[in-house]
């Protein structure tokens, strides 16, 4: 299997447990892996039969600019759950980090995978 990523995205979003911080955007940096076998549309150079990053960066901005989460536990594991599903993903890898968030500190976060590594689906089991 292979590894499409999208490093460095730059979210703006509310999060976080108390009201004062609710009222707030924060800025967040995500990094996103995501396993998926792209040798058929390497092979044929066929942009049809691999993901579309540009797709999944948009579902991606759209889903933090419109949630609010307490944690940041809770939007690694709903980005995580959505790639899954509706992208039809066997694996992610997701990275959220919160620059800033302690001084001293350059950022801090959290990394999830979810799926299975080697698992095929539909997406992924194009011949």
Partial sequence: ?????LHGIAVNCAIGVDAWEKQLT????LDIDMRIDVQQAAARDSFDEVLNYSEVFARIKKMTRESSY???????EGIAQMLLGEFELPWVRVRVRKPGALGGVSDVGVVIER?????KTAHTAQA
């Fill in 1 to 5: 299997m292979d590894i499409i990523y």
């Fill in 115 to 119: 799926g299975a590594p080697g698992k």
């Fill in 70 to 76: 307490n944690l940041i536990e809770s939007m690694a």
């Fill in 26 to 29: 924060r800025r967040l940096v």
